[in-house]
């Protein structure tokens, strides 16, 4: 591990989706930055069983157990804590096992994710509603069971979301899976526009997307076929890191594709994050998107502010 700066040395940083693939490398390398980092998922196990150590990062013998013992084996402060983020419930006590257990929470990375990349009438509505419950429900959740954390630290925090810029390309033969997807990219857009009517500057939310593939489980297919195709999650964690250390008004709302990102930071090298060295990966994302503002932007007319109204009738 690196010696951790002084001044994030009491920083937590709560990772939703963090058993195997890019949810373990970002609880790893906010560790090794000096984070004390709470590893949440479903997947628990006797991490002292588990021979050899550390397990395949992308198995299902990687768990937020043998994560957990990882991050502690070098070094770092970790905690493992299960979650269902299906059920609020669990949700919020999560947020609230994570403040017991560390006394406050700075940084929200929500990963957790269920995927099923089929046309409309090849998703059933079993697959649909999970979608919708661990993509868009879980962050809802997990954002509002976070919000009086980020307000007991006097509004300074940050939430970093695994969702993707909007454009309607990604729309194609996944419907259903960008329904729930762009729903949690909206969430960033919004909450962002919120904090900047309320004048909390010093909170930030920001989405993060792959440029290109990143080698993990759900790639297992195209490790076989075409690793020269495939990148580290190393180059995920490190955008993240690099997100986090800008200032809030640089982040807040933004949609960000991990490579784009880290070039905006002055990154020229991205052949250390290629599975297969001198290889030149395709890349999955168009190179622009749409501007989502208008020239409108800062109108709101007449706001409606239904907590307002619900109490005028009571």
């Known amino acids: 591990m690196t010696t951790p700066h002084k001044q994030e040395a009491a920083l937590v940083a709560l990772v939703v989706g963090a058993s195997r693939g890019i949810g373990r490398q970002v609880a790893i390398d906010l ?7 709470v590893v949440a998922a ?9 021979h050899p150590f550390p397990p395949d990062p992308n198995s299902p013998q990687s768990t937020i157990s043998t994560v957990e013992r990882e991050i502690r084996e070098a070094g770092g402060e970790a905690a493992a804590v299960a979650v269902d983020t299906r059920d609020h419930v669990s949700v919020q006590r999560m947020v609230d096992q994570t403040s017991a257990i560390y006394g406050r929470l700075d940084v929200l990375v929500y990963n957790s ?15 649909f509603q999970l979608m919708q ?25 940050r939430i ?16 259903a899976y960008a329904m729930g997807k762009v729903g949690m990219s909206v969430l960033t857009k919004g909450l962002a526009m919120d ?3 309320e004048e909390k500057k010093d909170m930030a939310i920001t989405s993060i997307w792959p440029a290109t593939a990143i080698q993990s489980a759900a790639t297992e297919n195209l490790d076989r076929e075409n690793a020269g195709d495939l990148r580290k999650p190393t180059i ?15 982040v807040n709302g933004c949609l960000e ?44 007319g007449n706001r409606m502010d239904s907590t307002q109204l619900r109490t005028s009738r009571m």
């Open 31 to 37: 560790a090794k930055n000096g984070y004390r980092v």
């Open 42 to 50: 479903k997947s628990t196990s006797d991490a002292s069983a588990v």
């Open 113 to 127: 994710g269920a995927i099923w990349w089929a046309p409309v009438e090849q998703t059933p509505m079993k697959r």
């Open 133 to 157: 419950r661990v993509n868009v429900e879980g962050l809802y959740g997990a954002v509002q069971a976070s919000l009086p954390r980020f307000k007991e630290n006097g509004w300074k925090g």
């Open 160 to 175: 970093i979301v695994v969702s993707p810029p909007i454009y309607s390309r990604f729309f194609r033969g996944k419907t």
């Open 195 to 197: 904090w900047g009517r």
């Open 236 to 250: 995920y964690s490190d955008a993240i890191l690099a997100m986090l250390r800008a200032p809030a008004s640089q």
């Open 257 to 300: 594709l991990d490579e784009d990102f880290l070039r905006k930071t002055g990154v020229t090298d991205f052949d250390k994050y290629n599975v297969v060295s001198r290889a030149s990966p395709r890349r999955i994302m168009p190179a622009r998107f749409p501007d989502l503002g208008v020239q409108e932007q800062a109108d709101e």
